[in-house]
Structures are given as structure tokens and as C-alpha cells.
């Protein structure tokens, strides 16, 4: 991912907090030279510093059958909003975007409830955890036929994240006033995404407002 000095996010904490909060995400790998791509929720852990990524795909989708092979790419995405010149001070500017994107590399290794039942209990026990903690005394009560029928229908994986990059697009490259006429624009939208992006901007200033006056 192209990104800018200025739109750089480095701290790993508030990258896991992106991808928490923005969990369905675009995982892509190359498969016979062509880029394949699955959209699907992940579940986001960090131990001893280290950040992992577990979900799992239909059998039938072919994507899982290239991982352990070589590196895969998860997108987190999140709100992201037009940015027009006429919010400017100067007057010959051009349009922009403003977006955050998390990017997350590596290379998932297979789980199979064949080869790894306990790892795939682990697994799917993480997914009810994060998206449906409701349904988990359900789940556990099912028939075994039922449960392991499911479960021989997916592939689970899990991807240690080998390089993290994360771009906060969000008019830093601009001057303060021109920040905070582009932050209270966004805050008047309607749309949700326009408005998240416009609290954003202002929690920035408000960051640098406070670090100037140390």
C-alpha cells in the first residue's frame, strides 16, 4: 500500500483496534499466478506482541488450497469520505479522499477438523466468541453429526501477521484551518461514513493542539 510519511500509522494497538472494530475484511492470495479473494469476518488476537488472525472458508472454495504456500494479504477497511477543494483556503487544490486502511500480511496455515479437531473446536469457538457469544450454549448443545458436519464443511486457518501497515488518510497534509474546515463539513453530513471520517479529523487536532501547548 502506497503511503505517505504524513498518513503513516505506525502504533500496533490502535491498528488492532481498527481491526476489531472493521473485522470483515478482504483476504487475498495468488493462485496460479492470478490474485484471488475471499470477503470474510476475522477474528483479531495479540499475544507476546504478536498479532494473529483465525477464520475459515467453504471447502469448496479453492482460495484455501494456495495457503502455507505463500504470503496472503488481509484488507480491513473503514469509513472513507470525498473531500472537496472548495473546503480549502487555497483555491487551486484538487479533490481527495480521505479513508483508513489497515493492511495485515502473512501466510495462513490450513486447519482441518481431520487433521486438527482441537484446533477447529479453538476456532470456531473464537468466531461464536466475537460475532454470536449468544449462540454458544446452542452450539455446544447440537447433535456431534450435526457439529462435525459443519465443521468437515470448512477450512479454518490462522495467519501470524508478519507485516502490519496501516494509512490514516485524513487531510494531515493540509493546514490546520483547512483540517478543521474539512472536520466540520464532515461533522454536518448526514452520511455515517462522512461523519466518522469528520470525527477523525477532529480528534487529530485536537491530539496536536494538545501536544503543542506541552
Known sequence: MYIPNAFREDDI?????????NSFATLMSIQDNIPV?????????VQDN???????LAKLNPQWKVFGENESLAVFTGPH???SPSLY???ESVPTWNYIAVHAYGTPQVITLGDSPELMDKMIDKMIDTYGSDYKSQWHSLSNDFREGLMNGIIGFEMTVTRLEGKYKLSQNRSHVDQYNVAHALLQSAEP??????VQIKQNLETSDSSEKL
Open 37 to 45: 479473494a475471499s470477503h470474510i469476518p476475522l477474528v483479531v488476537t
Open 13 to 21: 494497538e490502535k491498528l488492532v483496534t481498527f481491526m476489531r472494530a
Open 81 to 83: 469520505a470525498y473531500i
Open 89 to 91: 483556503e487555497k483555491r
Open 50 to 56: 504478536v498479532v494473529k488472525l483465525t477464520g475459515h
Open 193 to 198: 461514513a462522512a461523519h466518522a471520517i469528520g
